[in-house]
């Protein structure tokens, strides 16, 4: 199976399904990967798919991902960011690799560890998926029990919280109550097209003092 999955290429924009994996073939496909790509991977109970981000799901990722840093920063509250680490729980076979993701309130509870497993460790506070090639899979972060999951897509920025193991759509964040984010990262994303990203995280860093005073 290896040496077939080293010749597929995915390219970017698109994704690769493979059904009837067993979790001891995604973890040698893992292996075979390696930490260092682009592609990412989503597995529920067996069905595998590969995708490759575009350009532009990168740029947005990399701004949002800047944005949130600098909120954390500017509200003094330590975290840690684990970009697309692979997060999997063989009991309830599903895994996902976000395309960013943030650990705020448990941080504390990952702090220095180089491995996490779901089994025992907490799931990341915040999830960060970008939907432009329409890549997300709610049901399987709903079951590894990640608190908050955002999406941005089509310019609009998508808040779900974990409410009774369902997800609900919200204008506020968990994470982030004292602050308006809805409009606002969307709207700084935008900025830093124009402006650029140095500008854009002044001007926001700005914002995000007066919300707090």
């Known amino acids: 199976m290896l040496l077939e999955f080293k010749r597929i290429y995915v390219p970017?924009?698109?994704k690769v399904l493979l059904r009837d994996v067993s979790w001891e073939e995604l973890e040698a496909i893992l292996e075979e990967l390696g930490e260092h790509?682009?592609?990412?991977?989503?597995?529920d109970r067996g069905i595998l798919e590969i995708m490759s981000p575009l350009p532009e799901h990168e740029y947005g990722k990399e701004i949002i991902s800047d944005l949130v840093k600098a909120l954390l920063e500017e509200l003094d509250i330590e975290f840690r960011c684990l970009g697309s680490t692979t997060f999997k729980n063989q009991f309830m076979a599903q895994g996902i690799e976000p395309?960013?993701?943030?650990?705020?309130?448990n941080e504390s509870k990952i702090r220095g560890k180089k491995r996490l497993d779901l089994t025992v460790d907490p799931p990341p506070d915040l999830a960060l998926e970008i939907d432009i090639t329409s890549r997300t899979h709610p049901n399987i972060?709903?079951?590894?029990?990640v608190p908050e999951l955002w999406r941005f897509e089509n310019g609009n920025l998508q808040i779900n919280i974990l409410q009774d193991g369902v997800y609900i759509e919200s204008q506020i964040s968990f994470?982030?109550?004292q602050v308006p984010l809805i409009d606002v990262i969307p709207q700084y994303?935008?900025?830093s097209r124009i402006i650029g990203r140095n500008a854009?995280?002044?001007?926001?860093?700005?914002?995000?003092r007066q919300q707090i005073q």
């Open 200 to 208: 854009t995280l002044k001007n926001f860093r700005i914002w995000v």
């Open 37 to 43: 790509r682009a592609a990412r991977i989503a597995y």
């Open 141 to 145: 972060y709903k079951s590894l029990q």
């Open 189 to 191: 994303l935008e900025e």
């Open 175 to 177: 994470n982030f109550p």
């Open 12 to 14: 970017p924009g698109q």
């Open 99 to 105: 395309d960013q993701c943030f650990y705020i309130a």
